[in-house]
């Protein structure tokens, strides 16, 4: 990971180093003084240890680098643009956001989950920012001009299906295309992400994959905050709310994020706390809901996650761990109750089934933990569920209002295998009255895991879905569905990622 923060850092130095007005010398004394200021509460006295401790790295580095300002010196007439112009853009491209694959195994275990990523892209920033000081850098005054990073992924599956007592099919698919852009600037305080992403479904009256093969924004939000100084941040815009992780070392979606992950636009403040010892977090939200109970929409829905996070090096055997939980006021905005086609009756959103006005909303809750057991074993556990049924009419489970909830559990083990990060996982995942969702009864899975060629990463994947008994019965939005066969199906995937 501290390469790769490495390469980017260099990247953006050729360019932040040209507006500076004084001496290094004379900078580094002050962000010294600046980085060790002390108060008297206890955020600000942990947030001066950390800022102790990134000085002293910094002050290891300073002499790795002898000859960069001469180097930029040489470069400067060379660039097809003005640093110094305010406002003026530095477009460059790096690493897929948050998917650090270095030939290190134990980076294979956890695919990243796509909530809280406005965290990740801050300790992008403040790791960018420390390589920067640390290589002569800068960077304590605000910057008069943006970067712009772009990154991105391309996927592709083949698979086979066995549906239980049905036809055996196969396939060969893009399943998926991004393309992100993080804004950096052009204060130390904001920044802004985007993603554009690509949707692999047929429709539009025909069945042509590649004619239907359509792009659009997934997900637009911009961030208040810098963790070099605050360790309190504030995110607004279009993106995944914090009700869940859904981490996984596995290929397919987790049972609780089918049921549970909630994309929206709404407003988030949160606290991530600072410094190489266990570090506390979390965040409240709102939004308004595209499902309610009242007579019209407005805001009416929203939660809150907590969690702590420890490091490995607190326990003499190496043991890390992030446990966490959370609360959202009404499941029934979720992704997998609002789109048509991700359950039998359409979900709530769908424009032939779904009815978006509820008789009552139904919140939510969910439990978490990752556990780094060494440098081999991983352990991953998370629960969601509705704390109270839903309305018959809305969606019933056996001829009573559901309460739907899910768990998912997954062992992995890493290793290197011809000098390349391998790892296998095996997981074992549950629901109860989620028959209306289209979600399994109980799924096995096992997967092996590795990386080729750098920032890459190739999946196989086996996958054992056992079905509702073909006795029960559920219903949604007024439609009874039997979706139910009780038999198994089987299904293996072969996953290929290219990060850029």
Do not use: C
């Not at 990154?151 to 036809?167: P, R």
């Not at 055997?317 to 039998?344: C, E, K, R, Y």
């Not at 989620?434 to 080729?452: D, F, H």
């Amino acid at each position: 990971m501290k390469k790769l923060f490495k390469g980017i850092a260099i990247v953006f130095l050729l360019i932040s180093l040209f507006s500076a007005q004084s001496s290094a010398t004379t900078k580094n004394k002050k962000s010294a003084t600046t980085l060790n200021t002390q108060t008297s509460t206890t955020a600000a006295e942990e947030q001066a240890q950390y800022n102790a401790e990134a000085a002293k790295r910094i002050a290891a580095k300073k002499n790795a680098y002898p000859d960069l300002r001469a180097l930029i010196s040489q470069q400067q007439r060379y660039l097809p643009f003005d640093p110094d112009v305010p406002g003026q853009a530095f477009v460059s491209t790096g690493p897929y956001i948050g998917v650090p694959f270095q030939f290190s195994g134990s980076e294979l275990v956890v695919n990243t989950p796509s909530v809280n990523q406005d965290v990740t892209l801050l300790n992008l920033r403040k790791h960018i920012h420390e390589e920067l000081l640390a290589m002569g850098g800068e960077l304590l005054g605000e910057v008069s001009h943006s970067h712009l990073l772009l990154s991105g992924v391309l996927e592709a599956q083949a698979n086979y299906t066995g549906i239980g007592g049905g036809a055996k099919t196969t396939d060969i698919d893009v399943t998926n295309v991004s393309l992100d852009g993080y804004i950096l600037g052009p204060t130390s305080w904001t920044s802004g992400f985007f993603e554009f992403s690509y949707n692999n479904n047929v429709g539009g009256g025909t069945n042509s994959r590649t004619a239907n093969s359509s792009m659009f924004v997934n997900k637009a939000f911009f961030i208040i905050g810098d963790f070099s100084r605050t360790p309190f941040y504030s995110t607004i815009g279009q993106y995944y709310v914090p009700f869940g992780t859904y981490a996984s070392v596995l290929v397919s979606s987790t049972l609780p994020k089918s049921l549970a992950r909630t994309k929206e636009r709404a407003w988030l403040v949160g606290y991530q706390q600072q410094g190489s010892n266990n570090k506390l977090y979390g965040s409240a939200y709102i939004f308004r809901g595209d499902s309610h109970a009242s007579a019209v929409t407005r805001i009416n829905n929203g939660g809150i996650n907590v969690g702590w996070r420890m490091n490995q090096s607190n326990f003499s055997h190496g043991i890390g761990m992030d446990i966490g939980g959370g609360v959202i006021a009404n499941l029934a905005d979720s992704v997998g109750m609002q789109l048509s086609g991700q359950s039998p009756y359409g979900g709530f959103g769908s424009t032939t089934a779904g009815n978006e006005k509820l008789v009552h909303r139904v919140p939510a809750y969910n439990v978490r933990g990752y556990f780094d057991l060494g440098p081999a074993w991983d352990v991953i556990a998370e629960y969601v569920g509705a704390s109270t049924q839903f309305n018959p009419n809305n969606m019933s489970f056996g001829g009573s209002g559901a309460k739907p909830w899910a768990v998912d559990t997954e062992v992995a083990y890493s290793f290197s295998a011809f000098d390349r990060p391998t790892s296998l996982g095996v997981g074992y995942a549950w629901t109860k009255e989620a028959l209306a969702l289209g979600l399994p009864e109980q799924r096995y899975s096992a997967v092996i895991n590795t990386s080729v060629w750098r920032n890459t990463l190739q999946s196989l994947e086996y996958r054992r879905d056992i079905n509702y008994a073909a006795s029960a019965t559920a219903s949604g939005s007024d439609i009874v569905v039997n979706p139910a066969s009780g038999l198994a199906d089987n299904i293996v995937t072969f996953q290929f990622d290219y990060y850029f």
